[in-house]
């Protein structure tokens, strides 16, 4: 089952602080919903495991991520695949574009995911919901990495 979805945040952040942080190990485990373990494997690789839940199925996913097509500090492509077990295989890839405005950065994606096993059984509404409140949920915390702080 494949899906693709698009979406922008804007930042209120330099472009090239947005830029570094898209390529800190440690900002990108706190950003993705369920990390449990996000490193860095060779210079544009890493290792990760991640728990996610949709519909009844919930499955711990270990996969590889890679950075590629990688325009500092304009913006990459971050592809991974992961696999979940008996709950299925999920992999895709997102196209990252960083372009400055209103004094901070725009950040725009386009993702694209295909999802196989238990987990494509599930149904295209429950599966699209759940990928768009993950990608939803990932920007918004890196969106909070820039936020300043409340207090």
């Given at each position: 089952m494949a899906m693709t979805m698009t979406g922008e945040y804007q930042l209120a952040a330099p472009r090239q602080a947005v830029w570094e942080k898209l390529n800190d190990a440690e900002t990108l485990k706190v950003c993705i919903p369920g990390c449990e373990t996000f490193e860095r494997t060779a210079d544009n690789e890493f290792q990760a495991v991640a728990i996610t839940k949709i519909g009844p199925v919930k499955a711990k996913f270990k996969g590889k991520v890679t950075l590629s097509d990688l325009d500092p500090p304009n913006g990459y492509r971050i592809s991974g695949q992961g696999d979940g077990g008996v709950a299925g295989?999920?992999?895709?890839?997102?196209?990252?574009?960083?372009?400055?405005?209103?004094?901070?950065?725009?950040?725009?994606?386009?993702?694209?995911?295909?999802i196989g096993g238990k987990l494509a059984q599930l149904g295209q509404r429950l599966i699209n919901g759940a990928a768009k409140k993950t990608a939803d949920e990932f920007f918004k915390n890196f969106a909070a990495v820039f936020a300043p702080p409340s207090g």
């Open positions: 295989f999920a992999k895709g890839g997102a196209t990252v574009a960083l372009t400055e405005k209103d004094g901070g950065t725009l950040l725009s994606y386009n993702v694209e995911a295909q």
